[in-house]
C-alpha cells in the first residue's frame, strides 16, 4: 500500500479564491509528521508547513493551513487567496515514527490559478 | 546565503561514465538525505546520513554511493551510468536531534541526463 496517497493529479483554482490539496496517508506508527511542499517550474522543493500526528490544532502558516483529520488519516492542505505564484507542483509527505530515514511523498498535485 | 547547494547544476554524460555531485548545507543540520525524482515527478529517498550511520534504500543500486567528508557535505558517486539513471537528484538536509519535525530542507536540484 502507498504510504502518502494525492489522488488529485491537477487542479484549477481562480485567483484570489481558496483551494484544498488532498492528501491521505497510511501508517501504524502512532508517531509521525507530516509536510507539504511546493516544487514551482523552477524545481527546488520549498518547505511550506508541518503537522506533528500529536499536535491537537491544526498547523497554519500565513495562507497556508492543514486540514487535519486524523480518524481519516488526511492531511490537506489549504491555501486562502490563491495568488499566480501558487502555480506549482505540491507534495505531501510523511516521516514515519521517529525515523529520520523514513520519508515518503506523495506523486504530487499540479495547481494552476487563473487570473 | 544558500542553505543547501548542489552543484552541479546540470549535468549531462554518456553512458559508462562515472560521475559526481556535490551538496553542502550551512544550515548546521546533523542529517542529510539524497532523493531522485523521476520524470513523473516521483521523489523516492535513497540515502540518510546521520552521525556517521548510513542507510540505504534498498532499491538503490550500489552503483550509487554516498560520501560524507564532514557534517556538511553529503556527496553521491555514481558509476557506470546507465540511461534510466536520468532524473533530478536532490540533495536535503535536516535536524534531526533535538527536533520534533525532522523537516528537511532541499537543494537546488542536480538534473542529470545520461546520453
Known amino acids: 500500500a502507498q504510504k502518502i496517497t494525492q489522488t488529485q493529479p491537477g487542479m484549477f483554482v481562480q485567483e484570489k479564491e481558496a483551494v484544498t490539496l488532498d492528501c491521505t496517508y497510511d501508517t501504524s506508527d502512532p508517531s509521525y509528521g507530516l509536510f507539504w511542499y511546493k516544487q514551482p517550474s523552477s524545481g527546488e522543493m520549498i518547505f511550506l508547513i508541518y503537522?506533528?500526528?500529536?499536535?491537537?490544532q491544526n498547523a497554519t502558516e500565513g495562507r497556508y493551513s492543514l486540514n487535519f483529520q486524523k480518524a481519516r488519516k488526511s492531511a490537506n492542505l489549504v491555501i486562502s487567496a490563491s495568488q499566480l505564484g501558487d502555480s506549482a507542483m505540491y507534495f505531501c509527505?510523511?516521516?514515519?515514527?521517529?525515523?529520520?530515514?523514513?520519508?515518503?511523498f506523495g506523486s504530487g498535485t499540479k495547481l494552476n490559478v487563473k487570473p | 546565503d544558500t542553505a543547501v547547494s548542489q552543484t552541479p547544476k546540470y549535468l549531462v554524460t554518456q553512458m559508462g561514465n562515472d560521475k559526481s555531485i556535490k551538496c553542502e548545507q550551512n544550515?548546521?543540520?546533523?542529517?542529510m538525505y539524497w532523493y531522485k525524482q523521476d520524470s513523473k515527478k516521483f521523489l523516492k529517498i535513497m540515502f540518510s546520513?546521520?552521525?556517521?550511520?548510513?542507510?540505504i534504500n534498498e532499491t538503490v543500486p550500489n552503483r550509487f554511493s554516498p560520501k560524507s567528508p564532514d557534517k556538511a557535505h553529503l556527496n553521491l558517486h555514481i558509476n557506470s551510468l546507465e540511461l534510466g539513471d536520468s532524473a533530478v537528484y536532490f540533495c536535503a538536509s535536516s535536524q534531526v536531534w533535538d527536533s520534533d519535525s525532522y523537516e528537511q530542507y532541499f537543494g537546488p536540484g542536480t538534473r542529470l541526463t545520461v546520453t
Open positions: 503537522q506533528g500526528s500529536y499536535d491537537q
Open positions: 546520513y546521520n552521525n556517521k550511520e548510513l542507510i
Open positions: 509527505a510523511m516521516r514515519e515514527g521517529d525515523n529520520f530515514n523514513k520519508f515518503y
Open positions: 544550515l548546521g543540520h546533523d542529517t
